[in-house]
């Protein structure tokens, strides 16, 4: 999907603005009537929880309503979903998901105690970003086939860290693992945040990171991108070459998305009414900015739109899980053997 280019900020204040345009029932102009609180399932200073601290203080000024982060950390993500899953559905609680808790782990692991689709109601998504794989400035190697090389003569291998199994770093670094031969060991932490502290602090040799979450330790010249792991180069990091270009492996494209969601059964009204504030704040020049920047995209698309894109997103990921992993160590093998499909 050729989710970069330099004309997204005008297509994306567009998007935003006709999204924006229906009227909606008086309940929903009622809500909200107390404060909204987001979910983040992992722990702070990872991408999730840059978005949703940007939504919250934008939101804050458009719903009239203060709106609250909290960060609750464990099992990839996934007890933040389950909490939001039977949280009342009355637009107060929402989920700030990713693909790890919404497309992957329910593939992966057995009794996350809800179901993304039955239990979840997509709201609106937020940003997209590629991942970058990324080492301590210091490293002896600069490109992935010279960090393969360096962890096939290590008796050991080299480590990576991940947000957590089944998150799209953890992905990302077992297909690389599989397609390089390479001698990777995996270490999960309770999100991107405590990822790149491990990182930094050398108890880890690599991270497959969220762009906007490597971005301020890249500036500050204390890590240096490998490569990212869209299709195309990233508008932020236009001189860092994609995982394919030094690879040649043509079915690397994983882009990580932030999403908001709601429990399923919330009034269809403060459902849209939600879609609708969150695209304007999605369109705002500054919010569009800030994003930019960060090596993220802002994606203002219709609660439709999103829910079709998950189902995309799900199929994507149940097909490379089916081809790529399911006689290796993610969790011990596939939680669902063999996964549906051909």
Known sequence: MPLFGASRAIIVAVLAALIAVAPLPSWAQAYPSRPVQFVVGYAQGGTGDFIARLLAEKLTATLGQPVNVENRPGASGTSAAQSVARAAPD???????????????????KGI???????????????????????????????????TAASLSSPRGLSFASPGPGTPGHVAVEMLRTRTKSR?????????????DALMAGRVDMHFAVLPSA?????????????????????AAPNVPTVTEQTG???????NWVGLFAPRGTPADVVQRLNRDINQVL???DVVERLVRS??????????????LLRSETGKYEALLRDEFCTKLLFGGCAVEPLSGP
Request: hydrophobic content about 45%.
């Open 215 to 235: 971005m301020p330790y890249v500036a500050d010249g204390k890590l240096k991108i490998l490569a990212v792991s869209s299709a195309k180069r990233s508008p």
């Open 283 to 285: 369109g705002q020049p």
């Open 184 to 196: 990777l060991n995996h270490v999960p932490f309770d999100g991107g945040g405590p990822a790149l």
């Open 295 to 308: 090596g993220a995209e802002a994606a203002p698309m219709s609660v439709d739109q999103f829910a079709n």
């Open 249 to 255: 492996i043509r079915s690397f494209d994983l882009t």
């Open 113 to 147: 105690g809800y179901d993304p689709a039955r239990d979840l109601q997509p709201v609106a998504l937020a940003a997209l970003s590629p991942l970058a794989l990324v080492v301590q400035s210091t490293a002896p190697y600069s490109t992935i086939g010279e960090m």
């Open 91 to 109: 637009g107060y609680t929402l989920l700030v998901g990713q693909p790890g808790e919404i497309s992957i782990t329910q593939m992966l692991m």
